[in-house]
C-alpha cells in the first residue's frame, strides 16, 4: 500500500510477534513502530507499555479490527501516535506518517539545538580557561586527556569561514577538540593521550585559504592550559621578525635563532639530561644539527665536536654516579658516531644514547626506586602469573638488570619474595575457614595446589589443611 522510500521511510524490520518486537525495539531503536493488538506471547499495546518504560523514544502506530474505545485509550496513554482499525485507510494512514515526519523533524531539531547550545556553553568555558584562567567544572572535562595543544588561525585582520574550520576539524582531527572564535581569530584546543599531528588539518584548512597559523608546543597537564595561550601570544608578537613565515611555531625561532653557541647548547643538553627530560634532549640535538650546518664546517670537524658533545656528557654522567663508564664501551659509541654517513644520521644515534644518560640520571637521583615500584606492582598482582620477565616488560628494563637490582636492593631473589608474599596472604585466608583450601591456592597464584601445599609446609612447618584446622580450634 505505502511507496515507504517515497515517503522518507526505510523498513529495517519485522517481527512475529510482540516478544520479538520488543527484541528488535531495544536492539534496532526505530523511529517508527506500526504493530498490531492481538499476538501471540506479548500483545501490542503490552509490546508498547514496556517498550516506553524502557526510555524508549520510538513512535507507535495501533493497528487493529477491534473497535472498543478502550482499546484506543491505552494505546494513546501508552504513547502511541495514532490507533487505526482495520481495514486500513490508506489517505488515514498517509496523514499519520506525515504527522509521525514533522514529530521527528521537530524533535530532531530541538535535539540539534539542544547540542548546538551546550557545546556552546561548553566551548565558552573551557576558553575562558585557556585565555583567563577562569577554571569551572566544564574544565574538568579535561582531566581524563594527557596531551594539550592550541592553534591559533588569522587572517590579517579578515574574517575567517568558521564553518569551514568546524567541517574540517570535524573530518580530519581524531582527537577531542574546542574550537572558539576570539576577534578575527579562530582557536582549536586540541586534547589526546597520544602524540598529536596537525600536519593534513593544516594542508586542508591552507587549502582554501592561506591562514596565518600559530602553534603551541605542547602541555601534559590540565593546570597547565592557560600556559599555551601564552605561548601564542609570545609567538605572534615575533611574526613581525618572521613577516613570510605562515605557521609560526618554538621551532620556528628556535631553528631561526642564530645566537645558539656550541657550548650554550652542551649545557642544555646535560641539563635536559639530568632532569630526563626527552623531548628538550631531541630538541637540543636538533639544535646541534642546525647550529653545524649554519657554520658549513667540514665533515671531520663536525664529527670531533659530536666526540666532544658526547664525552662532555659521559664525563658528566659519571660525575653525578661517581662510577666510571668502562673505556670499551665509550670507544664503542664514539666509533659510531665517527662511522655515521650523515648528520642526521650521528643525531639520531646520539638522541638514543642520551634517553638512557637520561634515565640512569632517574634512577642514580632516586627520581624513582624501581624496586619500590616492583614491590608495589607484585602487592597488587600476586595472584596474576608474576616472572621477571613479566615485570621486564611493564617497567621496560631488561630482565637480567631487574633481577640484579632487586636481589642487590632486598638481599633475596624476586621469585623467593613473590612466594614469600603469595604464601602470606594465603596464612590470612585459611584463618576463614569459608575457604576451599584449593581456591586459596588460587587467589593467591597457585595453580598446582601439590606446589602450593609444599610451599606452604616449607616455610611455616604444617600444611595448610593442619593450619587452618588450628585456626579453627582457636589455637
Known amino acids: 500500500m505505502i511507496d515507504w522510500k517515497k515517503e522518507g521511510f526505510e523498513i529495517i524490520d519485522s517481527a512475529e510477534n510482540g516478544l520479538e518486537g520488543l527484541a528488535l525495539i531495544t536492539e534496532k531503536m526505530p523511529d517508527l513502530v506500526i504493530t498490531d493488538i492481538k499476538m501471540p506471547g506479548l500483545d501490542g499495546l503490552q509490546m508498547v507499555k514496556q517498550a516506553q518504560e524502557s526510555n524508549c523514544q520510538t513512535k507507535f502506530i495501533i493497528l487493529s479490527g477491534y473497535s472498543d474505545f478502550k482499546f484506543a485509550q491505552d494505546a494513546i496513554t501508552y504513547g502511541a501516535v495514532q490507533y487505526l482499525l482495520k481495514p486500513i485507510d490508506e489517505e488515514e494512514l498517509m496523514g499519520v506518517l506525515f504527522k509521525v515526519k ?16 551546550q557545546s556552546y556553553i561548553e566551548n565558552q568555558q573551557i576558553y575562558s580557561y585557556v585565555i583567563h584562567g577562569e577554571k569551572t567544572e566544564e574544565v574538568e572535562k579535561l582531566r581524563p586527556y594527557s596531551i594539550f595543544k592550541l592553534i591559533k588561525l588569522s587572517d590579517n585582520g579578515r574574517k575567517i569561514n568558521t564553518k569551514m574550520i568546524v567541517e574540517t576539524c570535524n573530518t580530519v582531527l581524531n582527537e577531542r ?30 587549502s582554501e585559504n592561506q591562514l596565518n597559523v600559530t602553534i603551541s ?42 645566537v645558539h653557541t656550541l657550548d650554550k647548547l652542551i649545557i642544555n643538553l646535560k641539563l635536559a639530561i639530568k632532569d630526563n627530560r626527552k623531548e628538550e ?3 637540543t640535538i636538533d639544535f646541534c644539527v642546525d647550529y653545524f ?27 653525578s654516579m661517581q662510577k666510571p663508564i668502562k673505556e670499551i664501551e665509550k670507544d664503542k659509541l664514539l666509533s659510531v658516531i665517527w662511522k655515521e654517513s650523515s648528520i642526521q644520521q650521528t643525531a639520531h644515534f646520539l638522541k638514543y644514547v642520551f634517553y638512557d644518560f637520561g634515565r640512569f640520571f632517574y634512577e642514580t637521583n632516586e627520581k ?40 642487590s636492593d632486598t638481599g633475596t631473589s624476586y621469585h623467593m619474595y613473590l612466594d614469600d608474599l603469595r604464601l602470606n596472604k594465603a596464612k590470612e585466608l585459611l584463618k576463614d575457614s569459608n575457604h576451599y583450601i584449593y581456591e586459596i591456592a588460587k587467589k593467591v597464584g597457585y595453580s598446582n595446589y601439590d606446589y602450593f601445599h609444599k610451599k606452604f609446609k616449607s616455610k611455616f612447618n604444617i600444611s595448610p589443611k593442619e593450619y587452618q584446622k588450628k585456626q579453627e580450634e582457636g589455637d
Open 293 to 319: 650546518q649554519v657554520t658549513k664546517q667540514d665533515s671531520q670537524i663536525v664529527k670531533r665536536e659530536w666526540s666532544i658533545i658526547f664525552m662532555e656528557c659521559v664525563a658528566f654522567l659519571e660525575a
Open 368 to 407: 624513582q626506586d624501581i624496586v619500590d615500584e616492583i614491590k608495589r606492582y607484585t602487592e597488587r598482582n600476586y595472584h596474576k602469573n608474576l616472572s621477571l620477565k613479566e615485570l621486564a616488560q611493564e617497567f621496560n628494563y631488561s630482565q637480567s638488570y631487574l633481577g640484579k637490582k632487586f636481589k
Open 217 to 258: 608546543s605542547v602541555e601534559r597537564t590540565i593546570e597547565h592550559v592557560p600556559d599555551l595561550y601564552k605561548e601564542i601570544k609570545f609567538l605572534d608578537s615575533q611574526r613581525y621578525f618572521y613577516p613570510n613565515k605562515g605557521i609560526m611555531t618554538q621551532q620556528v625561532l628556535n631553528k631561526n635563532n642564530a
Open 281 to 283: 634532549i631531541e630538541e
Open 177 to 206: 577538540h574546542y574550537i572558539y572564535t576570539y576577534g578575527d581569530s579562530v582557536f582549536i584546543l586540541v586534547a589526546a593521550n597520544s602524540d598529536i599531528t596537525l600536519d593534513d588539518l593544516i594542508a586542508q584548512i591552507n
Open 102 to 117: 514533522q514529530q521527528l523533524a521537530e524533535e530532531l531539531k530541538d535535539e540539534k539545538t539542544k547540542r548546538y547550545v
